[in-house]
Nanobody, 115 residues
């Protein structure tokens, strides 16, 4: 499975931006798709939003109410509203074959929010 990301870029605080990701599948069902970003000052990645087959959606605490994730087939879109400078980060598309694991990662797309 390969994940192709698009979107991202430079915006001002308060603006909106979309990032999208399409999975090229080898015929396997991709249960979970979503987005993660780097934890500030660390190497771990934190949850931004994920959506699973049969509608389970999860958001990170810092983006809840501002970001919306949606999925059509094997394309997932993250709509980011009211962006803040602290949202500046590399956003990684993620996909999992179950609800509980991330099996594939995209290359990442840069989102920069200026104050």
């Amino acid at each position: 499975v390969q994940l192709a990301e698009s979107g991202g870029g430079l915006v001002q605080a308060g603006d909106s931006l979309n990032v999208s990701c399409t999975a090229s599948s080898t015929g396997r069902e991709i249960t979970l798709m979503g987005w993660y970003r780097q934890v500030p000052g660390g190497e771990e990645r934190e949850l931004v939003a994920t959506t699973a087959i049969r509608g389970r959606i999860n958001y990170g605490a810092s983006v809840k109410g501002r970001f919306t994730i949606s999925r059509i087939n094997d394309t997932v879109v993250l709509q980011m509203n009211n962006l803040k400078p602290e949202d500046t980060n590399i956003y990684y598309c993620a996909a999992g074959l179950s609800h509980y694991t991330i099996d594939y990662w995209g290359q990442g797309t840069q989102v920069t929010v200026s104050s």
